[in-house]
């Protein structure tokens, strides 16, 4: 099982970045994908979650409206579309699959993080 993140970056505030995850060694349409952030000396949060039938959870009541997750079995990615970003999101972003969405613990695989820094 593998979970590659890629598209983190620098941005400044009020910019955009899409985050994708892509996924390989499992079926992947038979697992859930979430996003987590970790900022510096802070603990993991959980960002959303998105089922195999396109189910969403939101976990952080700050990126509501301003974040989207969505999937393509497809492809076998989830991507995490963010919109009018802020100095606060900045963080390692997470991707982990597992059978259901709920805290960090439930998750049985994690990508190794992509760096996302808002910045002026």
């Not at 510096?40 to 979650?49: A, D, L, M």
Request: with cysteine; charged share 15%.
């Amino acid at each position: 099982v593998q979970l590659v993140e890629s598209g983190g970056g620098l941005v400044q505030p009020g910019g955009s970045l899409r985050l994708s995850c892509g996924a390989s060694g499992f079926t992947f349409d038979h697992y859930v994908i979430a996003w987590f952030r970790q900022a510096p000396g802070k603990e993991r949060e959980g960002v959303v979650c998105i089922t195999s039938s396109d189910s969403i959870t939101y976990y952080a009541d700050a990126v509501k409206g301003r974040f989207t997750i969505s999937r393509d079995n497809a492809k076998n990615t989830v991507y995490l579309q963010m919109n009018s970003l802020k100095p606060e999101d900045t963080a390692v972003y997470y991707c982990a699959t597992g059978i259901v969405c709920g805290a960090w613990d439930v998750y049985d695989y994690w990508g190794q993080g992509t760096q996302v820094t808002v910045s002026s």
